[in-house]
């Protein structure tokens, strides 16, 4: 396949008729940032024995990663625009892959920190080429077969690494236990760097000049001292530091948006073109992937407590009781193209209210059941849930990214990207309070699990109201 940029495709005969076998090695990619953050935590409980961690590295080792990762998304989208999308998509690899033999290896939780919190820099270079990859290299109904595509396997790999996880620490491959948590990521990264030059185009955009140094200066110490505190700061009780932190962060903010529209003003090239916040479309869309990804990381967050730690199932029945969750979701998603061709974004309101329904559900149950609920409702609730979440997760980020013009694809990436991830901390953040308050000293985790829905019902219920059709806020959702 010849190495020339590949402009935006108009139409279905302007594209390269082996796309297709370059959206694996894309999604391989993407399958393991993403399980990356779920996977840790079944292997957390060995690492912490094997190299004697005691509470602060144990929560640098899950934290570390998401900070790392959240804070680099936007300059590594503009990234992708100045110098090539598949470039970058190749060093995020290779530099992740790397990194995570660096953590299977680490023989000491210090070091095994810090290589965490290098695969989060290596996956955030990573992660908002395939956004951009897809938006450009894609057009009508292909397009959206595609981020099908790309988000059954978001939603894949955040419900299944309970599972992955329970059978690598259980098989116990060669002694290593819990390091072939992240030794997995190497045949799967070789393989998929192999494939990349040849099935893979390289496209940029033609408008990006230069990159923003004074915009990254603005905005990456901004998201770490957002993220940092909400990250952390439950389990210290919030001291006043997570408060400073909050409000520098929020000025630092503040001063980058100043900065971006000047620059735009100048005619330079922002890291964050503020037109894209023109499209009314993006904004809502934003929007709604805060409240989908926020309850999405908040109910896999307090439900794992509840099996685990609540009715003390192993990783891997509670892996399995999880199971359901991801069947429906993959069998949602694959039908999700048809679905919005039939009723457009109405898709996403209908699942949101079938996620809101089942919750209630589950809330009323496992409040009744207490400690000894038969598994089967919680089963088949779980598989109500993923369809729920099937049926948003996998149109979701093809909606957002709809209006946006390719030259500025990197930049929405980046911007969505880091919703994303911004959500997920949020939702743990406050789901965390919730569930922990309620639990109390009486260890009454039933009780704190069903109260703790009501947060990601909330959420539920906001993301149907900015999806649904005919609302002055969202005109794309009345003419679809």
């Known amino acids: 396949?010849?190495?020339?940029?590949?402009?935006?495709?108009?139409?279905?005969?302007?594209?390269?008729?082996?796309?297709?076998?370059?959206?694996?090695?894309?999604?391989?990619?993407?399958?393991?940032?993403?399980?990356?953050?779920?996977?840790?935590?079944?292997?957390?409980?060995?690492?912490?024995?094997?190299?004697?961690?005691?509470?602060?590295?144990?929560?640098?080792?899950?934290?570390?990663?998401?900070?790392?990762?959240?804070?680099?998304?936007?300059?590594?989208?503009?990234?992708?625009?100045?110098?090539?999308?598949?470039?970058?998509?190749?060093?995020?690899?290779?530099?992740f892959t790397v990194f995570s033999v660096a953590c299977g290896i680490a023989p000491t939780a210090v070091l095994l920190v810090v290589f965490r919190m290098l695969q989060g820099a290596a996956a955030s270079l990573l992660f908002p080429q395939v956004l951009s990859i897809l938006n450009v290299a894609y057009a009508g109904e292909d397009r959206a077969k595609a981020f099908m595509g790309l988000g059954m396997t978001i939603g894949l790999a955040s419900v299944s690494g309970q599972v992955i996880g329970g059978l690598l620490i259980g098989a116990n491959i060669a002694g290593l236990g819990w390091?072939?948590?992240?030794?997995?990521?190497?045949?799967?990264?070789?393989?998929?760097?192999a494939l990349l030059r040849p099935l893979v185009r390289e496209s940029r955009s033609d408008s990006a000049r230069r990159l923003d140094l004074a915009g990254v200066g603005l905005i990456s110490p901004a998201l770490l001292l957002l993220l940092f505190p909400l990250v952390l700061g439950r389990q210290a009780g919030w001291p006043a530091w997570s408060w400073i932190c909050f409000a520098a962060g929020l000025a630092l903010c503040a001063g980058f948006a100043k900065h971006q529209l000047w620059l735009?003003?100048?005619?330079?090239?922002?890291?964050?073109?503020?037109?894209?916040?023109?499209?009314?479309?993006?904004?809502?869309?934003?929007?709604?992937?805060?409240?989908?990804?926020?309850?999405?990381?908040?109910?896999?967050?307090?439900?794992?407590?509840?099996?685990q730690d609540g009715l003390g199932y192993s990783a891997l029945v509670s892996g399995l009781i999880f199971m359901p969750c991801g069947v429906s979701f993959?069998?949602?998603?694959?039908?999700?193209?048809?679905?919005?061709?039939?009723?457009?974004?109405?898709?996403?309101?209908?699942?949101?209210?079938?996620?809101?329904?089942?919750?209630?559900?589950?809330?009323?149950?496992?409040?009744?059941?207490?400690?000894?609920?038969?598994?089967?409702?919680l089963c088949a609730l779980m598989f109500a849930a993923g369809a729920g979440m099937g049926a948003m997760g996998a149109p979701l980020l093809s909606q957002v990214l709809l209006g946006v013009q390719p030259a500025h694809a990197g930049a929405a990436s980046g911007v969505l990207s880091t919703t994303q991830q911004l959500a997920g901390a949020l939702g743990v953040a406050f789901i965390g309070i919730l569930f922990y308050d309620v639990l109390g000293s009486h260890a009454d985790y039933?009780?704190?699990?069903?109260?703790?829905?009501?947060?990601?019902?909330?959420?539920?219920?906001?993301?149907?109201?900015?999806?649904?059709?005919?609302?002055?806020?969202?005109?794309?959702?009345r003419s679809s």
């Open 446 to 477: 039933p009780r704190a699990f069903a109260l703790s829905l009501v947060y990601t019902i909330a959420l539920a219920a906001l993301t149907a109201l900015v999806t649904a059709p005919n609302r002055w806020w969202n005109p794309a959702a």
């Open 179 to 193: 390091r072939t948590c992240f030794l997995i990521n190497l045949p799967v990264g070789l393989i998929a760097l």
């Open 1 to 95: 396949m010849s190495d020339t940029l590949q402009k935006p495709v108009a139409d279905r005969s302007a594209q390269d008729p082996r796309r297709w076998y370059a959206l694996p090695v894309v999604l391989a990619g993407t399958f393991m940032t993403i399980l990356d953050f779920f996977i840790v935590n079944v292997a957390i409980p060995s690492a912490q024995s094997d190299l004697h961690a005691d509470g602060a590295e144990v929560q640098l080792i899950v934290a570390g990663y998401g900070l790392a990762y959240a804070t680099g998304l936007i300059t590594g989208g503009r990234l992708g625009d100045l110098y090539g999308r598949r470039k970058l998509f190749a060093i995020g690899l290779a530099a």
């Open 330 to 377: 993959f069998l949602v998603s694959f039908w999700s193209p048809k679905l919005t061709k039939r009723i457009g974004r109405r898709i996403l309101t209908s699942g949101a209210v079938v996620l809101g329904l089942t919750e209630i559900g589950l809330a009323l149950f496992t409040d009744a059941a207490g400690l000894h609920p038969a598994v089967f409702p």
């Open 264 to 307: 735009s003003r100048k005619g330079g090239t922002p890291l964050v073109p503020p037109v894209l916040f023109h499209e009314r479309t993006f904004v809502t869309g934003l929007v709604t992937v805060l409240s989908v990804y926020a309850g999405m990381a908040s109910f896999f967050l307090i439900f794992a407590l509840y099996l």
